[in-house]
């Protein structure tokens, strides 16, 4: 069940085959159903998650209860609401799964007595959050400079193995656009071959 989470974390960091026994047995696995939520708003995020399979989008609704995804979470990538989860304050977001997934979840208590314990650990966890970090702001760069066709072009090519997973709905709540948008810039692109 942790196979994946360990070649995940042995991409990142040097760590003895004890140790990262001992993180990994930290965790639990979650099994989510599609279109079930791991958060929702108003919730306070409790767990931290790995995605082992599956497909989850990270969003909020706004007043006119349309979505606005910040990001999609699949096969060995890390999703959580941040914010809720170290302030443990109510959430913003919501987490719900696309596809039937499952999910390796740590709890904050867990998670902060394994940083004293392992100083490997809270090494990895600062290497992802500054790539986290990294990645938002090129996203809100991107979002600030590159016209919608082109911030389309860059998700197909950066993100292939999520964008064929998911719907235009989907694809046009992260980008900002309307589905026909879209379906417009598809055709676009179809016509072009």
């Known amino acids: 069940m942790t196979g994946p989470l360990k070649e995940h974390i042995r991409k990142y960091i040097e760590i003895s085959d004890e140790k990262l026994e001992k993180y990994c047995s930290a965790f639990i696995l979650r099994k989510i159903n599609k279109k079930e939520f791991l958060l929702k708003e108003g919730e306070v995020c409790m767990y931290e998650g790995f995605v082992l399979k599956g497909c989850f989008k990270v969003f909020r609704t706004n007043e006119s209860a349309d979505e606005q995804v910040l990001y ?9 609401d941040m914010d809720s989860f170290i302030n443990q304050i109510p ?3 919501n987490i719900q799964a696309i596809e039937d997934s499952e999910i390796l979840l740590i709890s904050k208590e867990d998670k902060e007595r394994l940083y004293l314990e392992l100083p490997e650990i809270e090494r990895l966890m600062r290497l992802k959050f500054q790539m986290s970090i990294i990645a938002l702001q090129r996203r809100i760069i991107d979002n600030l400079n590159k016209p919608s066709d082109e911030r389309y072009q860059d998700f197909l090519r950066d993100y292939p193995q999520i964008a064929h997973r998911l719907t235009n709905i989907q694809i046009a709540a992260y980008l900002g656009v309307t589905p026909e948008f ?6 676009k692109i179809v016509n072009k071959t």
């Open 72 to 80: 999609f979470g699949i096969e060995d990538w890390w999703l959580s």
């Open 91 to 93: 959430s913003q977001l």
């Open 182 to 187: 879209i379906s417009r810039i598809r055709r």
